[in-house]
């Protein structure tokens, strides 16, 4: 079957540390994205990738890094820097990076601070 | 600047009753329109989306939801609700901006009364 699968569903971060989350899709898809959630509040805009070896900053990429050297796999690195990480991330994918493109979820990794 | 609000950040129905979640945007170009659901600890699954052409848009599981310009809405309905229904609802548009990007409204939490 094809989808995008995450790991862990979750992960505990010690202060000062920096943390992983994996994010693999098999859909053969150009375009990926990183979301924060959090209670009560939609999705934000982390990163975005529209093709390998490319990504840009979304809306609140301050604390987080990523890289795509592949185009099945787009890991997300939560930093130190990011004071506040607890929350819900959750990976997508599109065929393709453009307006009207439906975005395939991923089922998300919890991240808590220890 | 572009918003989506979603009125009512939980509703509640009657297992049969009919289910009316309400999505108003703000954007001055026609944007492209999606309906997702979110059960518990999971990723969000697309249930419907306009583009362009037919303003009343059929979906999965038993929801439709219709495009009027003229108020800007795009509310989501289903005529008998399920206990299955049971979860987050959020609706996002796709707009082009500085980049092509999503925008999601906050959701809201639908339960189904027995």
């Known amino acids: 079957d094809g989808g995008i699968t995450q790991s862990p569903k979750y992960l505990f971060r010690k202060e000062g540390q920096n943390v992983t989350l994996s994010c693999e899709q098999n859909l053969n898809h150009d375009a990926m994205y990183w979301y924060r959630q959090d209670p009560g509040q939609g999705l934000r805009l982390i990163y975005y990738?529209?093709?390998?070896?490319?990504?840009q900053k979304g809306d609140i990429a301050e604390g987080y890094s990523v890289s795509r050297e592949k185009k099945e796999s787009f890991p997300l690195t939560v930093t130190s820097a990011q004071k506040n990480p607890t929350a819900f991330y959750l990976c997508?994918?599109?065929?393709?990076f453009g307006v009207g493109e439906t975005q395939y979820f991923g089922p998300g990794t919890r991240l808590l601070v220890l | 600047a572009q918003s989506v609000t979603q009125l009512g950040s939980h509703v509640s129905v009657s297992e049969g009753a009919l289910v009316l979640l309400r999505c108003n945007y703000s954007s001055s170009v026609p944007p492209y329109l999606f309906w997702y659901v979110q059960y518990p600890n999971q990723g969000l699954q697309l249930l419907l989306k306009?583009?362009?052409?037919?303003?009343l848009v059929k979906g999965i599981n038993g929801f439709e939801a219709e495009f009027k310009k003229s108020e800007t809405s795009f509310h989501l309905t289903k005529p008998s609700a399920h206990m299955s229904d049971a979860a987050e609802y959020f609706c996002a548009v796709s707009l082009k901006t500085s980049y092509d990007k999503v925008i999601f409204g906050p959701g809201t939490s639908l339960s189904v009364i027995p």
């Open positions: 990738s529209q093709i390998v070896n490319d990504f």
């Open positions: 997508a994918s599109s065929g393709f």
């Open positions: 306009y583009t362009t052409g037919a303003t």
